[in-house]
């Protein structure tokens, strides 16, 4: 079967960097996306991968190694917005025409003051 | 601004009444497509549409329908809705060809429905 494995929770200091890591088993492999969802509210997009190596925006950085099946989301500089849940989720290689996601559970940040 | 707009927000109705929950987007997006959200669960979509009158299920579609008359609206349908229907409901668009990057999945700011 398909599957993404994040960890469920996460605690960190305002200030500080977190890195929330996402190991995927899918069938094949056409992109990863990272999304943030606050308590009750949609999605939003953060960072896409496709190609091995980091990706920067601004105090966000998302990393892909495709040999390994292995992402992260770091993130820098903590701020008490950034509470939130954080949801990895890839588009598998038999995903057609359905951009049909398989998505992770999500890792809920806490960021304490 | 570009987005994708769900109403209602919040709905509580009873067993077996038909309700319609409308999702509009404005950025000219080919995909749609219904997600709905239970804790412990995570995101499990419904229905999708590729165009205009092209819809398929997803991987929960039991109790549900949709349709896709115009590009820009996908309503789902509860026909005859029950209490396991109780959840967080998502609908989402995107362009659907050219590269990854550049299809994120939109998302509307989701409905919660109770059914009693």
């Known amino acids: 079967g398909q599957n993404i494995d994040q960890p469920t929770e996460m605690t960190a200091t305002e200030g500080a960097i977190v890195q929330i890591n996402c190991t995927y088993q899918?069938?094949?492999?056409?992109?990863l996306f990272w999304y943030q969802q606050h308590a009750g509210e949609a999605p939003t997009f953060l960072s896409y991968?496709?190609l091995d190596g980091l990706e920067e925006k601004g105090r966000f950085s998302s990393f892909l190694s495709r040999s390994k099946g292995y992402s992260y989301l770091l993130l820098k500089e903590l701020q008490m917005k950034d509470s939130a849940s954080y949801l990895c989720?890839?588009?598998?290689?038999?995903?057609?025409?359905?951009?049909?996601?398989?998505w992770g559970l999500g890792t809920s940040l806490a960021v304490n003051p | 601004e570009a987005q994708v707009t769900q109403n209602p927000r919040y709905l509580i109705t009873v067993t077996g009444k038909k309700l319609t929950v409308t999702c509009s987007q404005n950025m000219n997006h080919e995909y749609m497509s219904w997600y709905r959200q239970d804790p412990g669960l995570g995101l499990r979509q419904i229905y999708y549409s590729m165009n205009v009158e092209v819809t398929d299920k997803g991987d929960v579609p039991e109790g549900y329908k949709v349709s896709r008359k115009e590009k820009r609206n996908f309503p789902l349908i509860l026909e005859s809705p029950s209490p396991n229907q109780t959840s967080l409901y998502f609908c989402a668009s995107s362009f659907l060809w050219g590269t990854g990057e550049n299809q994120p999945q939109h998302f509307g700011d989701g409905t919660r429905l109770s059914i009693l």
């Open positions: 899918t069938s094949g492999f056409n992109g």
């Open positions: 991968n496709v």
């Open positions: 989720a890839v588009y598998p290689s038999n995903a057609g025409n359905n951009r049909k996601l398989i």
